[in-house]
């Protein structure tokens, strides 16, 4: 293993959080690396329509390059590695990856999320065209097409009562689990008449990622255009919990108004806290992080009479 690469700030995670704030941070001259292990959820949104200062949209891949090119302007440090495990010691953070090992005064975790897709074979294709895990970001889109709901708990039935607002063809589609919603959410699921089809999927049939049917054993089509999953999210949260750092029962990472978590030094922005997980959220909480980070560190050299350029006095 290479020897342990130093900076004075270190963000894991290349998502729209972490280069956010790595924009940040390079205009305050700050030292900063960023380590990235390229699984950045943007990366899976072909057509993002909701992004400020895009009216034609952007694809994720693109929103992702064009933000690295402007990082690397300010001189941010990039590092293609997965951080497997982390300490500190000393006020400093020392992290351990699969390629190098790196050490740093302050550190962001901007390492998102993973929706969990539906467990629905063929569908993968259809991700971000006619598969979608957010209706906040993609409800506007499938207006008057015929919805589908994939789940079975009380986040199933509001999800789909939220789709209402779009079109009035929404099904709840369980794939033969049991639901797990209580009675208030059956009632509206009859005083709404949204059809709830239990069966389990076989199959999807789409073309060029776009669906046209969802297939049934025993062979029945149902017509459905669009599909939302309420299966739930994984969030990359287990290196704030390595370093100590507060992470609720869902597994988001405890942050102040400021990033800030329960560790000095330690900070967390985007989908990996208990945000709203949009894009532009995620760009707002890295440039918060980021702030936060330069203010400590400003701070602390204020309280050390350390500012960079200070001229020392002499004798005579």
């Avoid at 894991?12 to 940040?24: D, E, K, P, R």
């Avoid at 969990?116 to 979608?132: N, Q, R, W, Y």
């Avoid at 309420?230 to 290196?239: A, Q, V």
């Avoid at 992470?247 to 709203?276: F, S, W």
């Amino acid at each position: 293993m290479s020897p342990r690469k130093q900076a004075e700030i270190i963000i894991v995670g290349g998502g729209i959080a972490g280069l956010s704030a790595a924009i940040y941070l390079g205009r305050a001259k700050r030292e900063t690396l960023m380590i990235d292990a390229g699984k950045s959820m943007a990366r899976w949104e072909p057509d993002v329509q909701n992004y400020l200062g895009f009216p034609r949209g952007i694809s994720g891949e693109e929103l992702l390059r064009r933000a690295r090119q402007q990082a690397r302007q300010y001189q941010v440090r990039f590092a293609r590695d997965e951080i497997i495990s982390a300490k500190a010691c000393a006020n400093k953070f020392f992290l351990q990856g699969q390629k190098s090992n790196y050490s740093c005064r302050r550190l962001l975790l901007a390492t998102g999320i993973f929706h969990v897709p539906p467990d629905i074979p063929g569908v993968k294709p259809c991700l971000g065209h006619s598969m979608f895990f957010c209706k906040d970001c993609d409800g506007y889109r499938v207006q008057r097409c015929s919805i589908g709901v994939y789940g079975w708990t009380n986040e199933t039935v509001e999800y789909a009562l939220a789709m209402l607002s779009y079109s009035k063809r929404v099904a709840i589609l369980t794939d033969g689990r049991k639901p797990r919603w209580n009675r208030r959410h059956q009632n509206w699921i009859h005083s709404h008449g949204i059809p709830v089809l239990r069966r389990n999927i076989r199959d999807v049939r789409h073309s060029g990622g776009k669906i046209q049917a969802l297939v049934f054993d025993g062979g029945k089509e149902v017509p459905i255009e669009a599909l939302f999953t309420t299966r739930g999210d994984i969030y990359f949260s287990k290196l704030a919990e390595k370093l100590g750092a507060a992470v609720n029962r869902d597994g988001e990472i405890v942050v102040r108004l400021d990033m800030r978590t329960t560790v000095k030094g330690l900070y967390a922005a985007g989908c990996v806290t208990p945000a709203n997980c949009q894009m532009i959220i995620a760009a707002g909480q890295g440039a918060t992080a980021a702030q936060t980070i330069n203010r400590d560190l400003f701070s602390e050299s204020l309280a050390k009479d350390s500012l960079p350029g200070r001229k020392k006095q002499g004798n005579g």
